[in-house]
T-cell receptor
Framework: DAMVIQNPRYQVTQFGKPVTLSCSQTLNHNVMYWYQQKSSQAPKLLFHYYDKDFNNEADTPDNFQSRRPNTSFCFLDIRSPGLGDAAMYLC????????????FGSGTQLSVL | GEDVEQSLFLSVREGDSSVINCTYTDSSSTYLYWYKQEPGAGLQLLTYIFSNMDMKQDQRLTVLLNKKDKHLSLRIADTQTGDSAIYFCAESSRSNDYKLSFGAGTTVTVRA
């Protein structure tokens, strides 16, 4: 089945230690998104790629970076995680045709010790 | 930015109908969506409605849109225990490059 896959499911890192979360998709969608979701809150868009074009949200901290080496893969890099970065990170894809029905992965739950 | 608001909690008896309400502020909203999130999982698209529609029905789900009042609702008929989850309302518009703005989610608890 076509899907969005996130690895790992759970990630524990230390304060200040760089961490990378990964996402892959078999839907061949043009757009890939990274959302941060904290408990009892709405998912917050960090950035998205339309093909190779990177689009950063204005309030996304510089601590968060992303890479999309090809259509199928997208990575979220957190350069120096702080305690406030502990959250669920959701990857999503959409076709990029206007009616942006998002397909989400299961998420990576990040803990910062 | 665009504001989307939902009530935070809903408790419903198994077999009854659930109605989840949502309001939004962007009058240029083009599409409105309902997503379901089960514990520890990602969001799953349940249904969506185009802004020129008033109603959309899909099996047990009925979406009502009052564009004048900027009010969206999701009705779940014959609510089951498997419907216990967080339900997110979201909207998108061309003015925001079709990026989705989510509400904070409504936690639905189904009791026996």
């Amino acid at each position: 089945d076509a899907m969005v896959i996130q690895n790992p499911r759970y990630q524990v890192t230390q304060f200040g230690k760089p961490v990378t979360l990964s996402c892959s998709q078999t839907l061949n969608h043009n757009v890939m998104y990274w959302y941060q979701q904290k408990s009892s809150q709405a998912p917050k868009l960090l950035f998205h790629y339309y093909d190779k074009d990177f689009n950063n949200e204005a309030d996304t901290p510089d601590n968060f970076q992303s890479r999309r080496p090809n259509t199928s893969f997208c990575f979220l890099d957190i350069r120096s995680p702080g305690l406030g970065d502990a959250a669920m990170y959701l990857c999503a894809t959409s076709p990029g045709t206007g009616n942006e029905k998002l397909f989400f992965g299961s998420g990576t739950q990040l803990s910062v010790l | 930015g665009e504001d989307v608001e939902q009530s935070l909690f809903l408790s419903v008896r198994e077999g009854d109908s659930s109605v989840i309400n949502c309001t939004y502020t962007d009058s240029s909203s083009t599409y409105l969506y309902w997503y379901k999130q089960e514990p520890g999982a990602g969001l799953q698209l349940l249904t969506y409605i185009f802004s020129n529609m008033d109603m959309k029905q899909d099996q047990r789900l009925t979406v009502l849109l009052n564009k004048k009042d900027k009010h969206l609702s999701l009705r779940i008929a014959d609510t089951q225990t498997g419907d216990s989850a967080i339900y997110f309302c979201a909207e998108s518009s061309r003015s925001n490059d079709y990026k989705l703005s989510f509400g904070a989610g409504t936690t639905v608890t189904v009791r026996a």
